[in-house]
C-alpha cells in the first residue's frame, strides 16, 4: 500500500478556556494574511478562511494549491496542521514533505508577536494521517505501512516513538506519535 497524502498536525499547549473563544483564534488572521503577502510558508498561497464558529474543528486557514496550513482544535487539541491537498511529485517522500511544511509553519507562527505567550508547539505530540480513504481505510492492514513510514521519518529527529492508532473507524486511518523528547521546530527542520 503506497501512501501518497498526509496530514501533519503538531500539537500546542494553550489555555483551553481561551481557545474555546473565537477570539482566540481570530488574532491569527492578519498574521496568515501577511504571510501571504511575504509569500510564506511557501507555494501558491490562494486565500484565508476563518471557521471559528466550529467547536473542536479548523479555526483559521491558509488554503495553497499543494496543501493547506490550518490553526486546529479537532477533538480539543490545538495545534498547527499541514494537509496535503495534491502528492509532491516525489511520492516516497511525500510524508516528509508534510512534515516539513508543518514544522515550517510550526516555527513561524511561534515567532509572532500574537503567538507568544499563548500557544506554545509540542513537537514530542505529532499527529500523521493517511489523507485519502480509498488507498489507507482505517483497519489493521493500513497500519502495516503507516506505522513504519512514520518510524522511518520521525525516529531519526525525535529518538523513539509510540503511537496511538485512530480507534474510530469512520475517521481516517492516522496516529498520534509521542515522543519523550521535543527538540525546537528549528532543530527538527536542520535535520530533515
Request: proline share 9%; aromatic share 6%; with cysteine.
Amino acid at each position: 500500500m503506497t501512501i501518497v497524502k498526509w496530514d501533519v498536525k503538531v500539537h500546542a499547549d494553550a489555555d483551553p478556556k481561551a481557545t474555546a473563544a473565537p477570539q482566540f483564534w481570530r488574532r491569527f488572521i492578519p498574521v496568515f494574511h501577511r504571510w501571504i503577502q511575504d509569500g510564506k510558508p511557501g507555494g501558491v498561497l490562494v486565500d484565508v478562511a476563518e471557521y471559528t464558529h466550529v467547536p473542536h474543528g479548523p479555526q483559521v486557514l491558509i488554503v495553497g494549491h499543494e496543501g493547506q496550513w490550518t490553526l486546529d482544535t479537532t477533538d480539543g487539541k490545538p495545534g498547527m496542521l499541514y494537509s496535503q491537498r495534491r502528492p509532491p511529485e516525489k511520492t516516497p517522500d511525500a510524508l516528509k514533505r508534510a512534515l516539513k511544511e508543518c514544522l515550517q509553519a510550526v516555527q513561524l507562527l511561534a515567532n509572532e508577536p500574537e503567538a507568544k505567550g499563548v500557544l506554545t508547539f509540542r513537537t514530542d505530540r505529532i499527529e500523521i494521517t493517511a489523507n485519502d480513504r480509498n488507498a489507507a481505510p482505517n483497519e489493521p492492514k493500513t497500519y502495516e505501512s503507516l506505522e513504519p513510514a512514520v518510524v522511518k521519518v520521525l525516529e531519526p529527529l525525535v529518538g523513539k516513538v509510540t503511537f496511538v492508532r485512530e480507534s474510530e473507524p469512520r475517521r481516517r486511518a492516522g496516529v498520534l506519535a509521542s515522543a519523550a523528547k521535543a527538540p525546537p521546530a528549528a532543530d527538527l527542520l536542520a535535520k530533515l
